[in-house]
């Protein structure tokens, strides 16, 4: 049932159209001062996703060449992002999509903090601000379509369908072809596993990718602490109690015997 | 003491720190109407700065004093401390509303801030920290309510006699519960917070500082209160007081270096790089010198002693926290961050806020043990006519 997405580094030319496509689908604004496309491309609250230049070198022969590494959210399979939401206004939805609730968000801004990858961006000229962050269309997915950006790549970069399928793909080019790919497939192992696959010909690390990523799933860590508390909490409340009525008591007696002492 | 006899004494820092408050108000409520973008610096690199930074964790903890006083006196029933309890409860209480109040600021969409109530992100450090805090502050308000009610509305005070003993455990309880959890909040960034502070540990040195400052933060005010007020500190009840702190802090030192070597971290720490400086600077400043002053008894027993051992470890906390926020973040996120003068002026203007809370409430109840109280009073008077 999970979808994703396989993107193909060596496919895609540049030519932006899923940006746009993104753009028109979720009615964000273009900014001319924050492209969507080029070296200086970014994500930001109005880009879910961009086309960033990366100008490297290939082959024996160190050829110059040029990639365009297509950013977006990754869906993580256990997003740190969800784990991380006090009030669940960011939820994995079951067919792949993590998925923004305006109605349910604080504006807190862990879940930036959280998430391995860096991709929520944040309204900061509004009054009102909301997390901003690629949705993978979930309204199109549920109607069976696929994300508007994989719609329209014209050079099948962007392959959409399902998560087992498209890692069994992808493993079956990068080792058909193993003179040309990297072996590797971002995606498969980073933060436990994400949606979106990426296979390259260029080491992800010059492309820009976080390879140092751990692989373990990162609600791991916290949620492993999270899980002591209750057990803490009962067996630190227990110890308190029994400490405050140990003392009050020894107290009691030892007045009462100063009493009798009087007394006396 | 009579009933409705309020006293507010004005003195020129008083007056300063009224205008500072004024100022920070203002500009709270500016930044409510504007938004956070036009009155931090913060941005996507760096979502969270100096009001949850400084104001909110490091304020948590600099509240501590409360819960381990509190622990001291009232559960393992230790008596000398007793002298102290109520001033170490109302400055946490202080603490914890301001607290309050910068978490209310940082967030973009604060009509929001009762939604965790009802959509449980139980998953979340942040909703551990979110519930305690919010429930300890009523606690703590209630626990201010036996103070209260013996000069007001005195017809509730068996009442809340009464729920003491309920409210003393569960006001030691929740802090030992999310002053750990402001430490795990850092445990996601696995990766991205400098080596040298991250660690599965963290949530055990957030609940360890936050415990030894407590006696180094009643120390402090102690000593400031004294020189505001003219009334005698009880040195050898912060002398053994801050001992307590220095076995703690021991036994966090030893573990600190520990979880280095075990963490194959230790060698960051003499790379003279900007991180390893700032480490250093925490642990000898924060952590060592004051274990010597602590355990050398002449100087814990000079007042220069025990003021330099409380500004040190308070100071060593503030840094530590402002290193796991910031100085441990920079190398990952890169770019730089730095508060705006609105972030400053409302920071500045909360804990003017606070301040003047304090000296209001120690001058109209009963915090600080009442013979020394009578004897200051006249003492100021002498100063005052003087």
Redesign the interface.
């Known amino acids: 049932m999970s979808k994703a997405v396989l993107v193909d580094i060596t496919k895609c030319v540049g030519c932006g159209s899923c940006g746009v496509a993104c753009k028109m689908w979720n009615n964000l604004e273009y900014r001319k001062e924050s492209p969507m496309l080029g070296k200086d491309s970014k994500?930001?609250a109005e880009n879910w996703t961009n086309i960033k230049l990366v100008e490297t070198e290939t082959g024996a022969e160190k050829q110059s060449v040029w990639r365009f590494v297509k950013n977006q959210c990754l869906h993580c399979e256990e997003p740190?992002c969800?784990?991380?939401?006090?009030?669940?206004?960011l939820q994995k939805t079951k067919s792949g999509p993590v998925v923004y609730h305006t109605?349910?968000?604080?504006?807190?801004?862990?879940c930036?903090?959280?998430c391995?990858f860096d991709i929520p961006?944040?309204?900061?000229?509004?009054?009102?601000?909301?997390i901003r962050k690629c949705q993978m269309c979930p309204g199109r997915i549920k109607e069976g379509n696929s994300p508007a950006c994989t719609e329209v790549c014209p050079t099948n970069a962007l392959t959409f369908g399902e998560h087992k399928d498209l890692l069994k793909q992808a493993r079956a080019t990068i080792n058909n072809n193993n003179k040309k790919y990297v072996q590797h497939i971002f995606g498969e192992k980073e933060a436990g596993g994400t949606a979106w696959l990426y296979i390259s010909d260029v080491p992800f690390k010059e492309l820009g990718f976080r390879t140092?990523?751990?692989t373990?799933a990162?609600?791991y860590?916290?949620?492993s602490?999270?899980h002591l508390?209750p057990a803490?909490?009962l067996t630190?409340?227990a110890l308190?109690?029994g400490?405050?009525v140990y003392?009050?008591r020894?107290?009691t007696i030892a007045n009462e015997e100063n009493d009798n002492k009087k007394g006396k | 003491m009579a009933a409705k006899n309020w006293s507010f004494r004005m003195t020129p820092t008083r007056a300063v720190l009224m205008a500072l408050a004024a100022i920070g108000g203002a500009l709270m409520v500016y930044r409510l109407v504007v938004g956070l973008g036009p009155t931090t610096n913060l941005s996507d690199e760096w979502p969270w700065g100096m009001w949850i930074g400084f104001d909110v964790l490091t304020g948590v903890a600099l509240a501590g004093g409360g819960y381990s006083t509190c622990l001291l006196v009232n559960i393992m029933g230790i008596k000398k401390f007793a002298p102290i309890a109520r001033a170490a409860l109302l400055t946490s209480l202080i603490g914890y509303l301001l607290v309050m109040v910068g978490l209310f600021l940082d967030i973009g969409r604060w009509f929001n801030f009762w939604r965790p109530f009802v959509s449980w992100g139980h998953t979340s450090i942040l909703f551990e920290v979110f519930w305690c805090v919010s429930l300890y502050t009523t606690v703590q308000l209630l626990e201010f309510g036996e103070i209260a009610t013996e000069k007001v509305g005195k017809r509730w005070h068996n009442i809340f006699k009464k729920i003491l003993p309920v409210l003393l455990i569960v006001g030691v309880l929740l802090p030992t519960l999310h002053q750990s959890s402001l430490g795990s909040l850092y445990v996601i960034e696995v990766g991205k917070l400098y080596p040298l502070w991250w660690s599965l540990l963290l949530p055990i040195f957030f609940l360890m500082s936050s415990f030894f400052v407590g006696p180094a933060m009643v120390s402090l005010e102690s000593l400031l209160s004294s020189r505001a007020t003219g009334h005698k500190p009880e040195y050898n009840v912060l002398q053994s007081l801050i001992k307590i702190a220095g076995y703690m802090m021991l036994v966090y030192l030893v573990l600190k270096i520990g979880d280095l070597f075990y963490r194959g971290a230790a060698g960051l720490v003499f790379a003279g790089n900007l991180e390893g400086n700032m480490f250093l600077l925490e642990m000898i400043a924060g952590i060592i010198i004051p274990l010597i002053i602590c355990f050398t008894p002449k100087l814990r027993n000079s007042k220069a002693g025990l003021a330099t051992f409380s500004v040190l470890v308070v100071a060593g906390v503030i840094i530590n926290r402002m290193n796991v926020v910031f100085t441990g973040m920079s190398d990952y996120i890169g770019g730089s961050y730095f508060p705006s003068a609105i972030e400053w002026l409302v920071s500045i203007g909360l804990v003017a806020m606070g301040v003047l809370g304090y000296l209001f409430i120690v001058e109209n109840f009963n915090i600080v043990p009442k013979e020394h109280h009578e004897v200051h009073e006249e003492t100021d008077a002498v100063r005052h006519t003087a």
């Not at chain 1, 969800?82 to 206004?89: D, I």
């Not at chain 1, 109605?103 to 862990?110: A, E």
């Open positions: 994500l930001d740190a969800v784990s991380a939401c006090f009030s669940k206004a109605n349910l968000c604080v504006g807190c801004r862990y930036m903090l959280a391995p961006k944040y309204e900061w000229g509004k009054v009102i601000p909301r140092d990523v751990t373990q990162v609600p860590y916290t949620e602490i999270m508390t803490v909490g630190w409340g308190l109690t400490m405050y003392n009050r020894r107290n």
